[in-house]
């Protein structure tokens, strides 16, 4: 198969090897590669009929020397487990999931877009529900596996700005799942996600649930603005699903830009008070935000065609850490050796 690395979409490739591990009475096996891209499950799966899985997303990067980067593999980790725990599942523990993550990004080295392409390789840790049952419990036996394929931009577009709209629809309920990663939430913005992109937008903006009144997240991705005044503000909710991209930002914000960071609410009403705006995420990157449809108006932040200056120093000091072209703060990054 011959791969045009340069013009890579988000979707899906198969690659030679995917890790599989089985949870059953109580312990998981010791797991172990497979060329297998399917799962066989029971019919009376816990996933299937009541949503019990969850998934991570990150990616590995090719550095300039041929090296292999992760991005703080250990926050999906984490992430992964507070999901699990949220949904009554089997935990993975830390160094399970990181070698899994490993040995199959190793396997599939062949599959890793060359430095400079702006490819990388999508790797997505799975945890599902599975074995006997039909009665709303959890599952007696759970299936933790790692897949990946090499992906380009998540956004058509990527560093030029698209438009998005708020949406009527909720992803999340205010206590309910919103800040796990599940399918379920996905599940919720699959109609609200078409809908947008029927309109030509590239996808919807969630309020939050309880008053919408203020911005929530895009559903795959965080939001985050720049105030006139030189502030990076990102919203603060329990419904939304705290990025580890997001997070990132928030220090580069602080430590390399020297800008004010903060999580605070963002009311629909206050637009104006933000020369720039976009959507962040592992799969996202940083999607600078053109305009926001809102109910009763299109906002244009910086430009609907160009992206805004200190939404550019942001994604150049993100992927310049996540290639390995700037030096990561501690713990950032794992660097694999081929
Ligand atoms: C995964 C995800 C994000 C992005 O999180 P990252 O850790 O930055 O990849 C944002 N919103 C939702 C709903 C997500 O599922």
């Known amino acids: 198969m011959t791969i045009d690395w340069d013009n890579l979409g988000f979707d899906y490739i198969k690659t030679p090897f995917r890790y599989i591990s089985n949870w059953k009475d109580g312990q998981w096996d010791d797991g172990k590669l497979t060329e297998d891209n399917t799962l066989h499950i029971h019919e ?11 998934f991570e997303g990150l990616k590995a990067y090719r550095c300039k020397d041929g090296s292999i980067n992760l991005f703080r593999v250990d926050e999906n980790s984490k992430r992964m487990n507070r999901s699990a725990k949220r949904l009554l599942m089997a935990e993975v523990p830390e160094d399970k999931f990181i070698q899994a993550v490993e040995e199959v990004v190793k396997a599939n080295e062949a599959f890793i877009p060359p430095y400079g392409s702006g490819g990388t390789l999508y790797v997505r840790p799975l945890l599902v529900g599975v074995g006997e049952g039909i009665g709303v419990h959890s599952a007696p036996e759970f299936i933790f596996t790692v897949f990946c394929m090499p992906v380009g931009a998540y956004f058509k577009g990527g560093l030029t700005p698209t438009n998005f709209v708020f949406s009527d629809y909720d992803r999340a309920a205010p206590q309910g799942t919103g800040a796990i990663k599940v399918g379920g939430n996905y599940a919720a913005s699959l109609l609200p996600g078409e809908e947008a992109k029927e309109r030509s ?81 592992t799969a996202a990157v940083i999607s600078p935000i053109g305009g926001i449809q809102t109910y009763d108006d ?41």
Not at 44 to 54: D, K, N, P, R
Not at 210 to 220: C, D, Q, R, Y
């Open 201 to 281: 937008f590239s996808d919807c903006i969630y309020l939050d649930p309880a008053t919408h009144t203020k911005i929530e997240e895009v559903g795959s991705a965080n939001f985050f603005g720049i105030t006139n005044d030189d502030r990076f503000i990102t919203p603060l909710s329990p419904s939304i699903l705290p990025s580890i991209t997001k997070y990132s930002l928030l220090y580069l914000a602080e430590h390399k830009l020297g800008m004010e960071a903060v999580e605070e609410d963002v009311y629909i009403d206050s637009l104006e008070e933000f020369k720039e705006a976009g959507a962040c995420g």
């Open 298 to 338: 299109f906002h244009v932040f910086y430009s609907e065609t160009e992206v805004g200056p200190v939404t550019q120093k942001l994604y150049d000091e993100l992927t310049g850490i996540q290639f390995g072209d700037i030096p990561a703060p501690d713990g950032w990054i794992r660097n694999i050796k081929i």
């Open 44 to 54: 009376g799966s816990a996933a299937l009929h009541y949503g019990q899985q969850c």
